[in-house]
Every structure is written in structure tokens, then in C-alpha cells.
């Protein structure tokens, strides 16, 4: 089963396309989105695997958004303007869907993202490589973060503070802390509590219950301890 989101700012089209994944069986759609913003928020707390997108939207375009994601989900473009194709595949579109579509052209697309996606689920042995930055959403905004900037992260319920080597005051976003630990995973980054993430090659002084960043003190927990020495230990070596 693909799950998938719908991101385009024309309800016509949203409901077509709604419409047609409901006669899908193995796609799942888990939400409708009316541009790229909040697309952004659902892709920071579910696992997508193919986006239905538009080009010509508000603000930030289709083209423009799928730029902005290091590891983007499989992406089928529908869209009016034939004129960006070649940029669309440029960008490793699964296919090019021009308004108006037919049923029978939507399930040729399906089926080719279908094709993509097992061929993927085969292959998953392969781990992605850390990516060097990545873009959060603050205040409708879209911030870029550097992965080598990050001295910790700390998870409050739906929310994550960012905390920067570059800044004093820490950047807010709505992402859950299991959903950037799988965008971060260790060694780089450590669990030292439920709540908090940290940099591993930044943290310069260990102590019984916090490990330190310079002066930057983060909680260590019970069941997180072992944790701690096992990733440490393999990074002395």
C-alpha cells in the first residue's frame, strides 16, 4: 500500500483526483493539500511515498517545492503547462500528467509509481546517505537547516526546537521527534531521552544524567544511558 497526498490549489482538480485514488487498491491517501506549505507539515510527520502535485500554485510553485526536498517521495506531476516537462523529468518525476486527464491515463501513472515503489521496497537494505541540509517549515515560511549546525533537538509533543551552533534562539517547527530521528539517524545523532536528540560528535562532556555542548545542557535518561556509551564508544574508534 502507497500512501500518498494530493497538492494542488484547485478543488476541481483535488476532487478528481480523490475520486480516482479512492478506486485504487493500493493507494492510501492521507491527506489533500492546497499548496506546497502544508504539504510540507505532513510530509514532516508521516511517511509518504508518492505525491500528486501541481506546478502553477500561490507563493511556491511544484517545481519550486520538490527542489526543496533532500529525499522527496515518488512525485507525479498534473498540471496544465506542458511547457515544463522537461524540467519535471529533470527532477526524476515518476510521469507527466497534462489537465484534463482520462481515468485510463491517471492508472497508467499509478501503476508505473506502483512499479517505482515495490522496486524501492526491494532494495531497502541500501541506507540513504545523511543529508548535508534540510528545509522545516516556521510561520509559512520555509527555513533551511544545516545538518552540520544542529547541536541538539528537543521534541514537544507535535513540535521540535532546533537548537543551532549559528543561533542563540532555537528554531520551532511542527515535526514530531521520531519523525526528524528517522530523517537523522545515528551515529550522527543520538537519543539521550525520549525528548531529546542530539549531535553526537558535538557533545563534549558526559556526566551521570546530561551530557553537555559547550555550556548547552541536555537530559540524559535511564533507558538511554547504554545508548549513549555504545555510540560514543564506537566513535572513539
Known amino acids: 500500500m502507497m500512501h500518498c ?10 476532487e478528481l483526483l480523490e475520486d ?6 493500493f493507494l492510501h491517501l492521507v491527506k489533500t493539500c492546497k499548496n506546497p506549505l502544508e504539504a510540507i507539515e505532513i510530509l514532516q510527520t508521516e511517511q509518504i511515498d508518492l505525491i500528486f502535485l501541481d506546478i502553477q500554485m500561490p507563493r511556491l510553485n511544484g ?13 507525479i ?23 484534463p486527464f482520462s481515468f485510463e491515463r491517471f492508472l497508467k501513472a499509478c501503476n508505473r509509481a506502483n512499479d517505482l515503489f515495490k522496486l ?29 549546525d544542529i547541536d541538539y533537538i528537543e521534541g514537544l509533543k507535535d513540535y ?13 517547527t ?12 545515528p551515529p550522527a545523532f543520538i537519543r539521550t531521552h525520549k525528548s531529546f536528540l542530539v549531535a553526537a560528535n558535538k557533545i563534549t562532556t558526559v556526566k551521570r544524567d546530561f551530557v553537555y555542548i559547550g555550556q548547552k545542557e541536555v537530559p540524559v535518561s535511564e ?8 555510540i560514543l564508544n564506537r566513535l572513539e574508534h
Do not use: C
Open 5 to 14: 497526498i494530493i497538492v494542488d490549489d484547485e478543488q476541481l482538480v483535488r
Open 20 to 25: 480516482n485514488i479512492s478506486q485504487m487498491p
Open 63 to 75: 517545481l519550486q517545492f520538490l527542489q526543496t526536498l533532500n529525499r522527496p517521495p515518488l512525485v
Open 77 to 99: 506531476l498534473v498540471t496544465a503547462y506542458e511547457k515544463y516537462a522537461l524540467e519535471g523529468f529533470e527532477l526524476n518525476v515518476v510521469d507527466y500528467v497534462l489537465k
Open 120 to 148: 524501492q521496497q526491494n532494495n531497502k537494505t541500501i541506507v540513504p546517505a545523511m543529508p548535508e541540509d534540510f528545509f522545516v517549515n516556521v510561520e509559512y515560511t520555509l527555513v533551511k537547516i544545516l545538518v552540520a
Open 160 to 172: 521540535i526546537k532546533i537548537h543551532l551552533s549559528s543561533s542563540t534562539k532555537p528554531v520551532l
Open 174 to 185: 511542527r515535526m514530531t521527534i521520531k519523525a526528524i530521528e528517522e530523517k537523522l539517524p
Open 223 to 230: 533507558s538511554y544511558k547504554e545508548n549513549i556509551t555504545r
